[in-house]
């Protein structure tokens, strides 16, 4: 008994030697929408597989919800080493000093997830993360979430309908120029801020998949939802280069599956969480949710399309025309 007990004490004491000696690698993960979003859910998931499988060597902190940074703080951050993880919409990217990004957002470029995805997971998408390199910063993974929706407290159908509204954009000049060929007057501002400026007025509407808006209770500032599925939005996952090139290889190795696993985990659930949505919304009886008919659909289509040329510059041809190859656009 009394040896037993010597056993477990000298056990014990080693194990906390071993932990003081082994300090956790912690990363400090941002993002700035909710926990129950398809981003939100796959940040959870990322941290319980990189703190199983590397057997707690490596502890993830997720802040959601803008709770460490926002838009506008967070690029910095991780470039100052104050975060080590984002997942940033593309949309987000133009701050940074790399337009191309904002491929992404070229209206009605991608018709559905499989055509998106024949540019994340193919060249173009590896192309893109290398002109991260030079930012300090590493692109590790392509998120999903969804295709856009507009809103605003009057029924928007067609072209028209948005004149003269304050549409609350991403800092994104490809979604700027978009808002205006719509005749809307574009407003850049922080996710965080967006359901306070509905609120009081500050902008008449915005532009997300489903599940963003809902998860920022929306439905109480908007009485209209037009599901118009004009644009894209998903993430690129980062990392500050020097934290993830510093890290053991077999650690890296380690969370580089785990981000392999968490992206078909986020791409799995992206669309059907958004579809859900839209059933979500429509049953608390507080937005009308407005089904595009065909010659709507067609009338947004052609007004929204010039913004590709108009962005040619700024974006880059061949970025643009790379993309068209991938997913067969023709203007
Ligand atoms: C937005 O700012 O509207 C979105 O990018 C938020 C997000 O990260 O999905």
Do not use: C
Request: no cysteine; aromatic share 8%; net charge positive.
């Amino acid at each position: 008994m009394k040896l037993q007990m010597v056993v477990a004490a000298v056990a014990a004491a080693l194990a906390v030697g071993v932990a003081a000696a082994q300090q956790p690698i912690v990363i400090k993960f941002s993002h700035v929408v909710a926990l129950d979003t398809p981003k939100g859910k796959a940040a959870e998931y990322f941290k319980k597989l990189a703190e199983e499988r590397t057997k707690g060597r490596v502890k993830v902190e997720v802040y959601p919800n803008s709770s460490l940074f926002k838009d506008g703080e967070e690029m910095e951050a991780l470039q100052l080493g104050s975060v080590q993880m984002l997942a940033p919409s593309l949309a987000k990217f133009g701050p940074l000093g790399v337009r191309d990004f904002e491929v992404f957002d070229l209206p009605y470029v991608f018709d559905d997830y499989s055509e998106l995805h024949k540019v994340t997971a193919g060249p173009v998408g590896a192309a893109l993360f290398k002109k991260l390199d030079s930012k300090g910063i590493v692109g590790l993974a392509y998120w999903d979430n969804g295709f856009k929706v507009m809103s605003a407290n009057k029924p928007i159908r067609m072209p028209a309908d948005y004149k003269g509204l304050k549409m609350r954009i991403q800092s994104s000049k490809v979604l700027g120029d978009q808002m205006k060929a719509l005749g809307a007057i574009p407003q850049v501002m922080a996710f965080s801020e967006v359901y306070q400026s509905l609120q009081t007025g500050v902008v008449d509407g915005t532009e997300n998949p489903p599940s963003n808006f809902y998860t920022q209770k929306m439905q109480e500032v908007q009485k209209f939802l037009a599901l118009t599925n004009h644009g894209y939005l998903g993430y690129a996952v980062i990392a500050n280069k020097k934290f993830w090139d510093g890290l053991p290889a077999d650690v890296r190795t380690t969370l580089e599956g785990a981000m392999k696993d968490a992206t078909k985990f986020a791409n799995d659930i992206a669309k059907k969480d958004n579809d859900d949505t839209i059933e979500a919304i429509r049953k608390t009886g507080k937005t009308e949710i407005i089904t595009l008919t065909p010659e709507q659909k067609a009338a947004m289509k052609k007004a929204l399309v010039v913004v590709h040329k108009d962005n040619e510059a700024r974006v880059g041809k061949e970025t643009i025309e790379a993309v068209y190859k991938a997913t067969d656009f023709k203007l």
